[in-house]
């Protein structure tokens, strides 16, 4: 699939106030910015198009997401370079690549619209398919493999924590009950499933029912809300002074882990009552947006997936000097790396298009 198509199909969420949040820090010849989520690219193709100067690490831990923004970044190829990883994996992907220190952090959380769209992926509740899930296909247990393995009370938990859904007990219960007959394989089966499961007068409202299941399902296959804990402390501490941090969320869960690290970095550590700051206690980041910003009515019409998007940045406000990422450190270019840092062919490389394009 060429460019114009790989665009044609990917809406990015709120591109033009993320890149107005990013834009500042990349303005100096040899600038870095790491889309640490880049999915099809689209944020990450506003950016380096804003911002001349600037060059791109691009992650995501979907080979076939890589290898679409391969070919949708192909124009930027001598600023870019993508790496197979999960976003936590930031400092070890920095270390291989030999940068000290960037000017911009972004993520895009959640499930991006490549998963969605494709029906054989099984994210999505809507299209009968393999209950699979995992953002990475190379590795890791599937959505069905936690169904048919995990034990009630573990399958009430995930889907009270990560789905927030208050019928949890009745779903779990009736998935262990079912799965004695036969394990779970398909999509299709468990939306019927947690229909069955839920009072009548509760599947009224609030959209199809398994929408929660099928959320917390994925958020365990991924682990994804620890990878979020750990990549965003990760992500503030490889910024040099002055550069920023930015967050777009898809619900609840990640919104209040992003809010709460960013109200920490954000907050004095003085005793309240001083009249100056202590050394070392003053705010490491400044926030960049008032609490979560949402998308304005006109991007909402054009893209419902915006519905539920909040924006959150900070800029670091450290006074420690450790140096930038000057162009001495700046990535290889059109290479793509594995988590390991094993080289891999470069981004025109007939193989990563052979590995966009077998699974279209």
């Not at 979907?62 to 790496?83: G, H, I, N, S």
Request: some cysteine; hydrophobic content about 40%; charged content about 30%.
């Amino acid at each position: 699939m060429d460019g114009p198509d790989v665009a044609g199909r990917h809406l990015p969420v709120m591109l033009r106030r993320c890149t107005e949040v990013l834009a500042p820090a990349l303005q100096r010849p040899g600038a870095i910015a790491v889309d640490c989520t880049l999915g099809l690219g689209g944020h990450a193709e506003e950016l380096l198009r804003t911002c001349p100067e600037a060059r791109l690490v691009g992650i995501d831990r979907d080979p076939q997401a890589l290898a679409l923004a391969a070919e949708r970044l192909a124009p930027f190829a001598d600023r870019t370079t993508f790496v197979h990883a999960v976003h936590d994996e930031l400092p070890q992907v920095l270390e291989e690549l030999e940068i000290p220190a960037v000017d911009a952090v972004f993520f895009d959380l959640g499930v991006s619209s490549l998963q969605l769209d494709e029906v054989e992926r099984g994210f999505s509740y809507a299209r009968d398919a393999a209950l699979d899930m995992r953002m990475d296909q190379t590795s890791g247990r599937t959505a069905a493999d936690v169904l048919n393995t995990y034990s009630e009370n573990d399958l009430t938990r995930l889907l009270r924590t990560w789905g927030e859904e208050r019928f949890a007990p009745r779903i779990a219960a009736a998935v262990v009950r079912e799965r004695r007959r036969e394990e779970f394989s398909t999509s299709a089966r468990l939306v019927d499933l947690v229909r069955d499961a839920i009072p009548a007068a509760a599947r009224r409202t609030g959209g199809n029912p398994a929408k929660r299941t099928f959320q917390a399902l994925r958020i365990e296959v991924n682990d994804e809300l620890r990878v979020v804990e750990r990549a965003l402390p990760a992500a503030f501490e490889a910024l040099v002074p002055g550069g920023r941090l930015a967050v777009l969320t898809f619900h609840s869960l990640e919104d209040r882990i992003t809010k709460k690290f960013l109200a920490e970095v954000s907050r004095s550590t003085a005793p309240p009552g001083l009249p100056v700051e202590l050394p070392g206690t003053a705010p490491r980041a400044q926030l960049l947006t008032r609490g979560g910003e949402t998308a304005d009515p006109e991007e909402l019409q054009r893209n419902p997936r915006a519905a539920s998007a909040r924006l959150r940045a900070a800029v670091r406000a450290d006074a420690d000097d450790r140096g930038g990422a000057g162009p001495h450190s700046a990535p290889v270019s059109g290479k793509l790396h594995d988590r390991a840092g094993r080289r891999r062919p470069a981004a025109g490389n007939r193989t990563v298009r052979e590995q966009g394009g077998s699974s279209r």
